[in-house]
């Protein structure tokens, strides 16, 4: 397996962000056509933000949390050439798992859903973590 397809997942986590990046802009704005004073976002506090702002703000924070442990173990995997095709699909898993966490997030944000999603996706990452550390300890 070409270790590079190790990456796309990474690619994909990275296509994810800017997506939910352009997602709060556009709620942001809203906010603002809304009546949120625009001066809000100077230190981000001062006002009681709509719902939805709060959500997709989260959710963008969320994605510099795990997510970075995420980048760091494909980063770990390419450099010392473990990739193999069933670290590759959990890391396809994990992908999947977090795109649908944004989905639950950032619409109806049902929390027994969203719970299970992420508990799955950090699951997968611990997977990933361990199987790595299995492929280098027995390399």
């Not at 995997?77 to 639950?104: E, K, M, P, S």
Request: positive net charge; glycine residues 4%.
């Amino acid at each position: 397996m070409p270790q590079t397809f190790v990456l796309y997942p990474a690619f994909a986590m990275a296509l994810l962000t800017f997506a939910v990046a352009i997602w709060l802009l556009r709620c942001r704005i809203k906010a603002v056509k809304a009546g949120l004073t625009p001066a809000y976002f100077k230190l981000n506090h001062g006002a009681r933000l709509p719902d939805y702002l709060v959500q997709a703000t989260q959710h963008y924070d969320n994605l510099f949390e795990m997510p970075v442990l995420f980048y760091v173990v494909v980063v770990l995997t390419y450099v010392t050439q473990q990739a193999d095709w069933a670290l590759l699909l959990l890391a396809w898993a994990y992908v999947g798992a977090r795109i649908a966490h944004a989905g639950i997030h950032l619409t109806h944000n049902k929390l027994r859903q969203r719970m299970r999603v992420f508990l799955l996706s950090y699951g997968l990452l611990v997977l990933i973590w361990g199987w790595l550390f299995v492929r280098l300890v027995t390399a």
